[in-house]
T-cell receptor, first 118, second 116 residues
Framework: SAVISQKPSRDICQRGTSLTIQCQVD?????MFWYRQQPGQSLTLIAT?????????ESGFVIDKFPISRPNLTFSTLTVSNMSPEDSSIYLC???????????????FGPGTRLTVL | AQKITQTQPGMFVQEKEAVTLDCTYD???????LFWYKQPSSGEMIFLIY??????QNATEGRYSLNFQKARKSANLVISASQLGDSAMYFC?????????????FGKGTMLLVSP
């Protein structure tokens, strides 16, 4: 399994500002993933972050709004730019790694960052 | 495209009883994996159990078991001997091969409430 930490755990921000969320993993991983979970909704993949290359964004998400950095194999940041109330969500990072069950690769998630935009 | 359907927005169960959370899926892939996650009110996503499409036996992990019926394309989660701490959102998710090995497709989730 993987131990994933995120900072901040929660924040309340003003409209028009930006917030950078950090994700740290206790082991080296090739890909890191950023998800958004809007209130009462399921998880939606924002982008996949590979070390040494540009992040790959899913439909509906753009780099100008959600710039991502991946400076090394254990760390990534997601910035939510020019925030509006519609950006209020839980943001989660995740990685694939060998699970404890039959060594099957499993996607583990960080504890999430709960963002409220006023 | 892959699709996960969880038809139960909410479920109630009494402590110590068993409960089944439904999950059906749609995929044209021959090889795929099915996952269940638990999300308590704190927001973290906790991995519970995994079932591979070629696994002949139903997956079990402690009080969690997966009732996998491949022909029906269903992968229901069974929680035995429910505990108050089981109250949470539960998400079913699927991993497929051609459509992207590294990402999961999630269902809308089921809110489970365990009463004393």
């Amino acid at each position: 399994s993987a131990v994933i930490s995120q900072k901040p755990s929660r924040d309340i921000c003003q409209r028009g500002t930006s917030l950078t969320i950090q994700c740290q993993v206790d082991s080296q991983v090739t890909m890191m993933f950023w998800y958004r979970q809007q209130p009462g909704q399921s998880l939606t993949l924002i982008a996949t972050a590979n070390q040494g290359s540009e992040a790959t964004y899913e439909s509906g998400f753009v780099i100008d709004k959600f710039p991502i950095s991946r400076p090394n194999l254990t760390f990534s940041t997601l910035t939510v730019s020019n925030m509006s109330p519609e950006d209020s969500s839980i943001y989660l990072c995740s990685v694939w790694t060998s699970g404890d069950i039959d060594s099957t690769d499993t996607q583990y998630f960080g504890p999430g960052t709960r963002l409220t935009v006023l | 495209a892959q699709k996960i359907t969880q038809t139960q927005p909410g479920m109630f169960v009494q402590e110590k009883e068993a409960v089944t959370l439904d999950c059906t899926y749609d995929t044209s892939d021959q090889s795929y994996g099915l996952f269940w996650y638990k999300q308590p009110s704190s927001g973290e996503m906790i991995f519970l159990i995994y079932q591979g499409s070629y696994d002949e036996q139903n997956a079990t992990e402690g009080r969690y078991s997966l009732n996998f019926q491949k022909a029906r394309k269903s992968a229901n989660l069974v929680i035995s001997a429910s505990q108050l701490g089981d109250s949470a959102m539960y998400f079913c998710a699927m991993l497929g091969a051609p459509s992207g090995y590294s990402t999961l497709t999630f269902g809308k989730g089921t809110m489970l409430l365990v009463s004393p």
